[in-house]
């Protein structure tokens, strides 16, 4: 008997959701609801200076108002450093993670780190980081098991782990990196879809390894175009992308607009139905097939 569908919406509250999330959060809810699956909400806080206070309950309370209502509780990644410790400290008897003190100074000229820790013979005395060693993917079902892999949107990837470099799992400063914790999270939520940006994808050879590594089952993978603005950036927190609006008459246009991009194709007499009408015509007409593999969606700014 096939496993039932459970989804997830992880967003870090680096502040509010834009646009961009918005988008990611509508597929990742109508692909679980298509599949009469769960929807679940986890908030990936697990880097303190990056996250304000009050940002989570904000990502919430707009998950709110767009309609997006999740089952559960939500997960904190902050609740989650006992996992996290146990994960890594199985990668380190296999010798599969490894310490290291080098700076990204120090290895600046190199595009990705060029593994110096990886065979000292004393480990570093002071502060240190951990890193996954990806040549260990040759004892984890070999390289091209690990690399490849089809995407049910953009389909076969084939990715080289070498090319990635050795990837930190625990930063010298204690603090817990996205990609051990999130393959951890996804497997003890037993997550078996994950749907999410086009931004992402390069993280997943990284994540792939591990959940071999860890003996860890693998979701199905879809990773979404990218909005952009008008100037071709990518819309993001990083390049000051508005929050998403609170007037009840921007929701739904906002929210129209988002399954227009998808390729769902709204009718347009639904721009001023509420986010409960428009996600439940939404949801048995979902077609992952319409959104398309284009590499990005533009958007017209600030909102449509």
Known sequence: MPTAYRGRFAPTPSGPLHAGSLLAAVASYLDARHHAGQWLVRIEDIDPPRCP??????????????????DGA???????????????????????AYPCDCSRKQWRDFAVY???????????????????????????????????????????????????????????????????????????QGITDVVRGLDLLDNTPWQRLLQASLGLPTPRLTHLPLITADNGQKLSKQNLAPALP????????????????LGQAPPAELATASPAEQLAHATPRWSLANVGAAQSLRMATPFP
């Open 74 to 96: 939500v997960r904190y990644q902050s609740d989650r450093h006992a996992a996290y410790d146990e994960a890594l400290a199985k990668l380190k008897a296999t010798g599969i």
């Open 246 to 261: 609170v007037d009840e008459v921007a929701i739904r246009q906002l929210l129209h607009h988002t399954l227009t991009l």
């Open 114 to 188: 060029p593994g110096w820790c990886r065979d000292r013979d004393e480990p570093p005395a002071g502060e240190h980081a951990w890193r996954l060693d990806v040549r260990a993917a040759e004892r984890f079902g070999g390289a091209g098991a690990i690399a490849g892999w089809h995407d049910r949107l953009q389909g076969p990837i084939q990715q080289e782990l070498a090319a990635l470099g050795d990837v930190v799992l625990k930063r010298r400063d204690g603090l817990w990196a996205y990609q051990l914790a999130v393959v951890v999270d996804d497997a003890e």
């Open 53 to 70: 206070a009050g940002s989570a309950d904000t990502i919430l309370r707009q998950l709110e108002a767009f309609g997006l209502h999740w």
